[in-house]
């Protein structure tokens, strides 16, 4: 690919001339079929025209995503996603209450515009509550099908930095804004006729959230048996590339575990800790650690998650010990990208 444009915009002053210059070629590019790397307020996101087919194909072939795992399709206002696809009541309700959020809607298709859905009779929708992918949308003047701006399997990039090692040179332009606010992809949920509703990935918007708007939720902890019900849930996800274990106990435990760790002088390790434990193991070189947040904010951990593992990369670390997050709220999500990364493996202490 020729030359990368790589543009810094101030997302508080978006609308300031000189900003809406850059984004409207931003826009111009993704409308003209090129591939724009641009901030949202879960993870950034590798944008495409979703109207075009030989743009999303370019999506797949970078990443290397699996093409049977459909992209999210997303808009700059709720009111365009009932143009699109069939709405259900609950849907409505939930599109009043929360959109624009970090949060996907799996619908049926009304036409079949968009080849991102892998030629289901679905579309999955959003609308992104950052200022600066919507109005990127807006004056792309098409709604943009992105995935987060990663190679696939790897950890989320959450600042524009982590984009860096992975798509340099292989996108038209990437749009360099803030931290992202939340650091988490998007809930995805799904509905079944009857008004009942899955949750296909959870995410900041929370079980709790959308049963406060009347939705009933269907159980989950069936999908390892069945079918997986999102396409993407049986792929390989966010692995770091050390491997990655949680470790599951006490504060106490986890403390006596990385100090036996410390013995092991061959390795450097990763140790993803609670902020109450980062200065433990400060004078030791053997152990780098990261602080995933204070043990009862889960907000920040969310926030801080990905951009640690990218860290451990960055620091060619050998192996990665990560605390295990409380698994209510937020923390649902935090934990299912956790497990994921660890492919599974906890030790118990
Ligand atoms: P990502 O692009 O990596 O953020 O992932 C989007 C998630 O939404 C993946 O888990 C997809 O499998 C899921 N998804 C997208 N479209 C659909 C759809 N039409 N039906 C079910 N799941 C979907
Ligand atoms: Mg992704």
């Not at 309700?93 to 619908?107: E, G, H, N, S, Y």
Request: net charge neutral; proline share 5%; glycine share 8%.
């Amino acid at each position: 690919m020729a030359q990368i444009e790589i543009i810094k915009i101030d997302e508080n002053n978006l609308e300031n001339p000189c900003e809406l210059k850059k984004l409207e070629r931003a826009g111009k590019i993704i409308r003209n079929g090129g591939l724009v790397v641009f901030p949202t307020e879960t993870v950034y996101g590798l944008g495409a025209n979703a109207f075009d087919e030989s743009a999303v194909k370019k999506i797949y072939e970078i990443k290397g995503r699996p093409s049977d795992n459909p992209l999210i399709v997303h808009f700059a206002d709720p009111e365009d996603i009932y143009k699109y696809a069939e709405v259900p009541d609950i849907a409505e309700k939930i599109i009043k209450k929360f959109m624009p959020a970090p949060l996907t809607l799996v619908l049926k298709k009304k036409g079949n515009e968009f080849d991102s859905s892998c030629k289901l009779d679905t579309v999955a929708v959003r609308v992104p509550k950052n200022n600066t992918a919507r109005k990127l949308i807006e004056l792309a003047g098409v709604p943009i099908t992105a995935p987060s701006a990663n190679l696939s399997g790897k950890p989320s990039p959450t600042n524009a930095a982590h984009i860096m090692s992975d798509l340099d040179g292989k996108v038209d332009m990437i749009i360099c804004g803030e931290n992202c606010e939340i650091g988490l992809e998007s809930t995805v949920i799904s509905f079944n006729g009857d008004g009942i509703i899955n949750i296909l990935r959870s995410g900041y918007i929370t079980r709790d959230d959308l049963i406060s708007v009347g939705a009933r939720i269907a159980r989950p902890g069936t999908e390892l048996i069945e079918q997986p019900r999102a396409p993407g849930m049986k792929y390989k996800h966010y692995s770091p590339d050390a491997p990655l274990y949680i470790l599951s106990g006490e504060n106490d435990r986890i403390i006596d575990f990385m100090s036996k760790e410390l013995c092991r002088k061959t390795k450097k390790v990763g140790f993803l800790c609670f902020a109450e434990m980062l200065s433990f193991f400060a004078d030791n070189k053997n152990i780098i650690s990261i602080s995933l947040g204070l043990k009862n904010d889960l907000k920040e951990q969310a926030k801080n998650l990905f951009s640690a593992l990218n860290k451990f990369n960055e620091l060619g670390v050998d192996i990665i010990y990560s605390v295990e997050p409380e698994k209510t709220g937020v923390g649902e999500a935090i934990y299912n990208r956790l497990i994921k990364a660890a492919g599974g493996k906890t030790i118990i202490l």
